[in-house]
C-alpha cells in the first residue's frame, strides 16, 4: 500500500484485522484460558506453580523459536505463518479437552509456542507495519488493541461455556475460533515482497518510509540491548501480574463472577491504553511517554503489592494505563528505530528476552505466593522490575545514521 491510496477505511481495515487475529491467539493461548484455573486446580488437585508451569514452558519456548520463525517471515512473507499458527491452535485446543496429567499439559503448551510464533504479536505487527505508512502508529496501536481485548472478549465467551458444559467442552467449543480468522486472513490479506537492498548506508526507505536497519547492524546498536532488557523487566511484571491476578483476587475474597469481571475490566483499561498511545506516539515523542507509562505502571504495582481489597481497583487501572501505553510504545519503538525489512529477525531476539521475562513471570509469581502465602512478595519484585525498566528505558533512543553504520 503507498501513501497515496492509503485512505483511513483501508488503514482502519487492516488494524481492525490485526486486532482480531491477537483477540484469538493471544486470548484463547493466555490471558483468556486463565478463566479455567480454578476448575482445572480442584478437579487434578494441583498447585499454583505446577499448574503455571505451563506458561513458562509456553513464552520461553516461544521465545528462543521467535528468531527462527522471524527469519522464515522475512523470507516467505507473513500470511503463510499466520495461517499455519492458527490452524494449530484449533487443533491444540482440540487436545486441550483431552488432558490427564501436567505432561499432557505441558506439552500442548510447548506447541502453542510453536503457533504463537507464528500468528502471534510479532507477526501482526509486522503485518500492519508493512501495510500502513503514514499511521503507522494508530494502526499499530489498534491492532495491538486485540491483545487486551483477548483479555475481555474470550473470558466472556468461556464462563458461561464452563458453566453451562464444564471446562473441557468449553476447550473444544472455543477451538472454532482459530478457523474463523484463519478464513478472514486467507481471504482478506495480499502478501507483500520487498526489493532487496544492499550497501550499510542508512537513510530512510522509499518503499516503508522507515530507516530500514540490517540484523547484522542492529546487534551492534545500545539502543538494541537496551530494548532487550527493558523488554525482560516489563514483561516480567505484567505476566506476572496478567497469570495470577484471577487467583489473586479471589484470595482477596472476590467471588468467581466479581474476579472473572475485574478481569475483563483490567483489558478494557489496557485496550484503551493502547488504543491512545498509539495515536499520542504520532503527535509526541515516543520515548518520553514510554518512560511515563513504566512509571505509571510501577506505581499500580506497588498498590497490589499491598494486598489490600481496598486499593484493588486503584492499583488496577494505574497497571493497566502503564502497560498499554508502554506495550503499544515499544513495539512502535521497534519498528520506528530498525524498520520492517528485518523485522522479523530483529524482532525475534527481542522476543526471546520479552518471552523469557513473561514465562519467569507468570511462574515464579506463582511460585514466590506459593511460598509466602500470597502475592505480596510476588509484586514487590514486579515494583522491583519496572523500576530497573525505567533506568534503562534512559538508553533507549532514536539511532543516528553515524552511529548505525559504525
Known amino acids: ?63 528462543f523459536i521467535m528468531p527462527f520463525v522471524g527469519a522464515i517471515i522475512d523470507r516467505y512473507g507473513v500470511k503463510k505463518m499466520m495461517i499455519i499458527g492458527l490452524a494449530m491452535i484449533t487443533i491444540l485446543y482440540y487436545l486441550y479437552s483431552m488432558i490427564q496429567s501436567t505432561f499432557h499439559m505441558y506439552a500442548i503448551h510447548f506447541a502453542f509456542a510453536f503457533a504463537v510464533s507464528g500468528a502471534g504479536t510479532l507477526a501482526t505487527i509486522i503485518m500492519v507495519s508493512q501495510r500502513v505508512t503514514k499511521r503507522r502508529g494508530t494502526a499499530i496501536g489498534i491492532a495491538l488493541a486485540g491483545t487486551s481485548a483477548g483479555g475481555i472478549i474470550i473470558p466472556q465467551i468461556g464462563k458461561p461455556l464452563l458453566e453451562s458444559f464444564g471446562w473441557r467442552t468449553a476447550f473444544q467449543y472455543e477451538s472454532v475460533l482459530p478457523i474463523i480468522v484463519l478464513i478472514l486472513l486467507a481471504i482478506l490479506v495480499k502478501p507483500i515482497k520487498y526489493k532487496k537492498t544492499s550497501g550499510k548506508e542508512v537513510k530512510k526507505d522509499e518503499e516503508t518510509g522507515l530507516v530500514e536497519i540490517k ?136 522476543s526471546v528476552f520479552e518471552g523469557v521475562g513473561s514465562g519467569l513471570g507468570a511462574w515464579l509469581t506463582g511460585v514466590i505466593s506459593d511460598k509466602t502465602g500470597d502475592y505480596s512478595t510476588s509484586f514487590w519484585v514486579v515494583v522491583v522490575l519496572l523500576s530497573i525498566a525505567l533506568l534503562i528505558s534512559f538508553f533507549i533512543k532514536p539511532v543516528t545514521s553515524k552511529a548505525a553504520v559504525n
Not at 486486532?19 to 490471558?31: D, K, P, Q, R, W
Not at 537496551?226 to 497469570?243: D, E, L, N, P, T
Open 215 to 350: 540484523f547484522a547492524q542492529a546487534l551492534k546498536l545500545p539502543v538494541f540491548w537496551a530494548i532487550c532488557f527493558a523488554g525482560i523487566c516489563c514483561f516480567y511484571s505484567i505476566m506476572g501480574i496478567i497469570s495470577n491476578l484471577f487467583l489473586h483476587l479471589r484470595e482477596l475474597d472476590f467471588s468467581v463472577e466479581g474476579a472473572a469481571n475485574a478481569f475483563s475490566i483490567f483489558f478494557a483499561i489496557i485496550l484503551v491504553a493502547k488504543l491512545t498511545s498509539g495515536m499520542v506516539a504520532e503527535l509526541i515523542n515516543e520515548h518520553k511517554l514510554f518512560k511515563i507509562q513504566v512509571a505509571i505502571m510501577a506505581l499500580g504495582t506497588v498498590g497490589m503489592a499491598m494486598n489490600s481489597a481496598s486499593l484493588v481497583w486503584p492499583a488496577l487501572i494505574a497497571v493497566g494505563i502503564g502497560w498499554g501505553g508502554l506495550y503499544t510504545l515499544l513495539n512502535y519503538i521497534i519498528i520506528t528505530t530498525f524498520g520492517v525489512k528485518s523485522a522479523g529477525k530483529i524482532g525475534g531476539i527481542i
Open 1 to 63: 500500500m503507498t501513501k497515496k491510496d492509503e485512505s483511513f477505511l483501508k488503514v482502519l481495515g487492516i488494524a481492525i484485522l490485526g486486532a482480531i487475529l491477537l483477540i484469538v491467539t493471544n486470548g484463547l493461548t493466555f490471558s483468556g484460558i486463565t478463566i479455567f484455573d480454578e476448575a482445572i486446580l480442584t478437579e487434578f488437585g494441583w498447585t499454583k506453580s505446577e499448574l503455571k508451569f505451563r506458561d513458562l514452558v509456553n513464552l520461553v519456548s516461544a521465545s
